[in-house]
């Protein structure tokens, strides 16, 4: 081999030596460069995902959003500031019976079962109309959103008919139905449901379901426990009809059977 084919070789070597190391470099500034752009996007990302998890952290929850409604959605079939007076029976009876309750209270669970039934004949028969004042403070003491939550349940029952408000409260404090007091089953829209499959009216009712579901009567049951909170009464349940307090002979309670709620609506009635 000649001495000037070997140089010819030799630079022959180093010019694809060098091209490789060309290519070499390009293709290590391209990874380079992926590596970059993956690592922005991986970290706008997460700071996006904090981001939103801040703004979800900082979101009010429905009930907060409820509390601060400028505008109200009252049920059909009641009358006063934002819907928050709900007087059922007949227009020509001469006198109204208060019933104060909270949905999650045991003893407003005992009334029920025990006087719900004489109450309801009464006003039907036209014996006296009832004024339902619906209280939320047990989710305050006990800790949930199942009292407000049934109010608001209550208030898409009252929506349909008065009939349907009344069986759908009887439902709630049904043995079958009333959870204990330390459970919160009634935050659960489902579980409201469910009750109300019982009551004729809103089985099967999607208007009614999709209230519940859309929590479209939260504001006005959060009206409607301000109206409790602003009446003075301490405790449920409690009764008054022209401004007294109906209770058992000897008690400062609530009649708890049916015998002590004729003695004390017959008195009241006279009175």
Same mark, same amino acid.
């Given at each position: ?23 070499? =470099? %390009?293709?290590?500034? &391209?990874? *380079? ?9 991986? /970290?706008?990302?997460? @700071? #996006? ?19 601060? =409604? %400028?505008?109200?959605? &009252?049920? *059909? ?9 709900? /007087?059922?029976?007949? @227009? #020509? ?22 006087v719900g039934e004489t109450v309801d004949k009464d006003v039907e028969a036209g ?7 619906? @209280? ?20 898409a029952a009252l929506d349909v008919s008065p009939e349907a408000f009344l069986e ?18 009634f935050a659960k829209d489902s579980y409201l449901i469910e009750v109300a499959d ?74």
């Amino acid at each position: 081999m000649s001495k000037r084919n070997t140089q010819a070789n030799k630079s022959a070597a180093r010019e694809r030596l060098r091209e490789e190391r060309e290519r070499q =470099a %390009k293709k290590d500034k &391209a990874r *380079k460069q992926i590596v970059v752009g993956v690592s922005v996007v991986a /970290v706008l990302a997460i @700071a #996006g995902a904090a981001s939103y998890g801040v703004m979800q952290l900082n979101k009010p929850s429905a009930w907060e959003a409820a509390a601060d =409604a %400028k505008n109200v959605t &009252a049920p *059909k079939n009641t009358s006063g500031d934002d819907g928050t007076t709900v /007087v059922i029976g007949e @227009a #020509g009876a001469k006198k109204t019976l208060e019933l104060y309750e909270d949905s999650r209270c045991p003893v407003c669970a005992t009334f029920e079962q025990a006087v719900g039934e004489t109450v309801d004949k009464d006003v039907e028969a036209g014996k006296y109309k009832i004024k339902y004042v619906g @209280a939320t403070f047990i989710d305050n003491a006990a800790g949930g959103e199942g009292s407000k939550n049934a109010l608001s349940a209550l208030g898409a029952a009252l929506d349909v008919s008065p009939e349907a408000f009344l069986e759908y409260k009887t439902a709630l404090y049904s043995a079958k139905y009333h959870p204990e007091e330390t459970s919160d089953k009634f935050a659960k829209d489902s579980y409201l449901i469910e009750v109300a499959d019982s009551v004729e009216a809103l089985k099967g009712n999607k208007a009614f379901q999709k209230d519940v579901e859309d929590g479209t009567f939260d504001a006005w049951a959060l009206k409607m426990s301000k109206t409790f909170d602003e009446s003075g009464v301490q405790g449920t349940p409690t009764l008054k009809m022209d401004g007294k307090k109906l209770t058992a002979e000897g008690s400062e309670n609530a009649p708890m059977t049916a015998a002590e709620f004729d003695t004390a609506i017959t008195k009241a009635l006279k009175g």
